[in-house]
């Protein structure tokens, strides 16, 4: 039978922080971005990536993502806005245009403000990680993961 004392430890050792699972996260999107800029010889060319509500502006969110992009030297190519307010990135038609300029190499990578512009949900956001660079891309955020 386990303790009331033991109890802590044993739930601690099964379940990952949510700090731990934010650092994984952005391992696994700097791991991505390493392996497709390490390739170019040219300019890396992104295109800026936003979510907002229908209705919302989005210029506060496009002032952040071209400032980060800036920062890391890349040349913009298209700005997308995505007013598809759905938990899914998958069924984002922005977004899917994006993977659609990667697979024809329009562009690199994406450049968005935080990594609630693509999901706060840990597994959703991981998904669209793989299927980024799965059309030969990858992410880049001004703000490193946080837990939203």
Do not use: K
């Not at 990667?102 to 706060?120: E, K, P, Y």
């Amino acid at each position: 039978m386990t303790s009331a004392l033991e109890l802590p430890r044993l739930l601690a050792s099964r379940v990952r922080a949510p700090g731990r699972r934010n650092a994984e996260l952005r391992a696994l999107r700097e791991a991505f971005r390493r392996t497709v800029v390490e390739d170019i010889t040219g300019p890396v060319v992104a295109a800026l990536y936003v979510l907002v509500r229908p209705g919302q502006d989005p210029a506060p969110r496009l002032a952040g993502a071209r400032a980060a992009a800036g920062r890391a030297g890349y040349t913009v190519a298209e700005v997308l806005v995505e007013d598809a307010w759905t938990e899914d990135p998958a069924l984002r038609p922005r977004l899917a245009y994006a993977l659609t300029l990667m697979q024809q190499r329009g562009i690199h990578g994406l450049v968005a403000v935080s990594r609630t512009d693509i999901s706060c949900h840990d597994g959703l956001y991981e998904a669209e990680l793989r299927r980024l660079r799965g059309a030969g891309g990858f992410l880049y955020l001004a703000h490193d993961e946080v837990h939203s």
